[in-house]
């Protein structure tokens, strides 16, 4: 099974972008749906984008919708989730995940849908 691994995390100043970018290790990430989810501190773990192995289909959180973009990079192999408008609230580990099988988009904001998770990369948003 193939291992996630995020980067691109970084600390911020509100209102500027970032790029984190999900890869594989030991595998590839052609033909798999992925998810990206975050946790901040004390909280639940939440949905936030996530696209199917085909990147026919894409699923976006209300809160992240005109802000954050969820894109396949096959040259390189990623699944890139670009967050713009940075605001304090978007601290959080931002967290892939991966599942074998068909994407139903209607399941996906559930975190225990996806069965492979990365390790998370830290965004901190502060002033």
């Known amino acids: 099974q193939v291992q996630l691994v995020e980067s691109g995390g970084d600390m911020v100043r509100p209102g500027t972008s970032l790029r984190l970018s999900c890869a594989a290790s030991g595998g590839t990430l052609r033909n798999l749906p992925i998810a990206w989810f975050r946790q901040a501190p004390g909280k639940e773990r939440l949905f936030v984008a996530a696209?199917?192995?085909?990147?026919?289909?894409?699923k976006y959180a209300d809160f992240a919708k005109g802000r954050f973009t969820i894109s396949r990079d096959d040259s390189n192999g990623t699944v890139d989730l670009h967050l713009s408008s940075l605001e304090l609230e978007d601290t959080a580990v931002y967290y892939c995940?991966?599942?074998?099988?068909?994407?139903?988009?209607?399941?996906?904001?559930?975190?225990?849908?996806?069965?492979?998770w990365g390790q998370g990369t830290q965004v901190t948003v502060s002033s």
């Open positions: 995940a991966t599942r074998y099988g068909v994407f139903n988009p209607q399941r996906a904001k559930n975190s225990d849908y996806w069965g492979q």
């Open positions: 696209v199917s192995g085909s990147y026919t289909s894409t």
